[in-house]
């Protein structure tokens, strides 16, 4: 296999090139080039696998199941915090190689490696708080007893915006649960995964209990991780269009899922609300990542008394955005994962415009290349628009001004998504009226960034079932076992 560019990295052992099973590295003769969004440049190539190599990751993960089960939580909970310690003392390197093959500027990489690693800290010791139960029993000679045993082997399929928070986020509650775990990640974005498992390997994790297989054939490895008999649970974030697909097919062997799909949240600026707070939120919440993230705002609500202050305090800061290569200094937005990508909002932009929005800043890719869209604001939106009614998944704010709260909860509910909402006021009765009208699975009430490892991450109608974080996310990692002892009064 032809040896990768010198990246730049204190740690060159982090760049694998082979799919990561039963604790070996697996080649191929096909390969898959890794591509530099910010400069198209092939920055790595990796053996390119396939169904073969899909069903032996889970045939070893089946295979490692009884051993990693049978340790204690403490002793998976010591492997655990090394993986950890390794990933936070890696954080540079593991950044850096995030940069370079998803895009966002490296200090927001950086942010994504700890925000990644947390949750292997979090369910490292959640992992020791498995619960059970002992109900009263319906007679005097039995007892009713309930426990929780993890689930099996656990197969995901994970996207190339958060390459390696997505794929911590799920692994870490598997492998606390006593799960065994297989991932194919997005081809797009393959080096963070297998660098996470060159780490989970240092950290003394067994052969078996975690693998990464990469390959090209979405269909035939979606297949193998969806139906194979061995798979006891399913666990995707993606579209929703793709997660509906997957949801059927794994109905064919009755598997436990959950899902984190697609959104389309608001964030809601009422009249009486801290306008500099809310702009600074919008923006947080808005640009992140180029605008590609799942909970990112799509729609953003302003009660007219304050339309125009907030709009034009908003394209201020938008304005003060520095667009470029994430790996240069000073850069606060980088490229979109593709120019394909670039070119699908800009025909959103274009739609919306022609359907009578104004165009107040950007609305076009940028001369710096064609993965770089402008950050982008819109006015006069309305909630029907292309812009409004699609996710963007992109860096563009459309603006939609509104006159109640009754207007504004009912156009943000106006959407087959429930992912993540936000909104800004400081009346206590509205606060608590929004919150819980709002029909989204998580709600940020004057704050713009809500995800952490302690709180469950997950959203209602077609945005997914499931959490992700937190104790609730551990619960999805396990089954419940009910026993009934009875002859107790002899």
Known sequence: MQNHQDLGLQDNQLIKHFSYINGSWHSSESQIDVLNPANGEVIAKVANAGVAETELAVKSAHDAFKMWSSKSANERASIMKKWFDLMMSHQDDLGRILTLEQGKPLAEAKGEIAYGAAFIEWFAEEGKRVYGDTIPGPSRDKRIIVLKQPVGVVASITPWNFPNAMIARKAAAALAAGCTFV?????????????????????????????????????????????????????????????????????????????????????????????????????????????????????IFVQNEVLEQFTEKFSAAVSALSLGNGLTDGVTIGPMISSDAAADVDKLVKASVAAGAKLVLGGKTDETGAAFYQPTILTNVTNDMPIASNEIFGPVSPIIGFDSEEQVVAMANDTEYGLAAYFYARDIGLIWRVAENLEYGMVGINEGAISNAAAPFGGVKQSGNGREGSKYGLDDYLEIKYLCLGGLDK
């Not at 003394?204 to 693998?211: E, L, T």
């Open 183 to 299: 991932v194919r990640p997005a081809t797009q974005t393959p080096l963070s995964a297998l660098a996470m498992a060159e780490l989970a390997e240092r950290a003394g994790v067994p052969a078996g209990v975690f693998n990464v297989v990469i390959g090209d054939d979405a269909r035939g490895m979606g297949e193998v991780l969806t139906q194979h008999p061995d798979v006891a649970k399913f666990t995707f974030t993606g579209s929703t269009a793709v997660g509906k697909s997957l949801i059927s097919q794994c109905a064919t062997t009755v598997k436990k899922v959950s899902m984190e799909l697609g959104g389309n949240a608001p964030f809601i600026v009422f009249k009486d609300a801290d306008i500099d707070a809310a702009v600074q939120g919008a923006l947080m919440s808005k640009y992140r990542n180029a605008g590609q993230t799942c909970v990112c705002t799509n729609r």
